[in-house]
């Protein structure tokens, strides 16, 4: 490859990427935009061409998650089978990605640990994007007659408790539950509820 042909370096991306393994590995409170220069092996001053405070950085990974979340929902996603199927295969991935992805891990061992606030905006806004995926699934489900008239935003928020309860909670003090016995009893919950018929 010539100097004519080669590919420019995109510093900003260059930038997000440092930024990105800072934050996985020390924390939103711990990382400086020193610290994301070094990983970028980038002066400090280039890092405030692109933006101008580590809460903007900070802000442009979380969108970046976001819509790596959103992605992956619409890739799970299955319109030809009915609403529950989706809904635990869509969950299921969600949690699996929060769970695995250094990044949310961290931020959520920071935010049990020491409760800073830009990493608790951070999750609370990953969640978010979840809870606005699910209600809008919710509200597909109800107008094509799937589920009865429910308030979707609400729904959503009790589906991914529940599922979160199911999947993580519940494992901290009992034997861990397999991933379609989180789908079944969530399902029979939501489908069924607990009246005795």
Do not use: C
Not at 142 to 165: C, N, S
Request: charge should be negative; avoid cysteine; hydrophobic fraction near 45%.
């Amino acid at each position: 490859m010539t100097e004519a042909t080669k590919k420019p370096i995109d510093r900003r991306q260059q930038i997000v990427e440092a930024a990105g393994q800072s934050f996985a590995m020390f924390g939103y409170k711990a990382t400086t935009m020193e610290l994301v220069s070094k990983i970028a092996a980038v002066g400090k001053g280039t890092i405030y061409t692109f933006f101008a405070t580590k809460e903007e950085l900070f802000n442009e990974i979380i969108e970046s998650l976001t819509a790596e979340l959103r992605s992956l929902a619409l890739r799970t996603i299955d319109r030809e089978k009915p609403f529950f199927y989706n809904l635990t295969s869509v969950l299921r991935e969600l949690l699996q990605f929060r769970e695995k992805h250094e990044l949310i891990v961290k931020l959520s061992q920071e935010v049990r640990d020491i409760g800073t606030p830009m990493a608790k905006a951070g999750i609370d806004h990953l969640e978010q994007v979840i809870v606005s995926f699910i209600r809008d699934e919710v509200a597909s489900a109800v107008d094509k007659g799937e589920l009865r008239p429910v308030d979707p935003a609400l729904t959503a928020l009790v589906m991914l408790k529940m599922y979160v309860a199911l999947s993580v909670d519940w494992s901290k003090r009992h034997e861990a539950l397999s991933q379609e016995a989180i789908a079944e009893y969530a399902a029979a919950l939501l489908q069924n509820g607990l009246a005795a018929k």
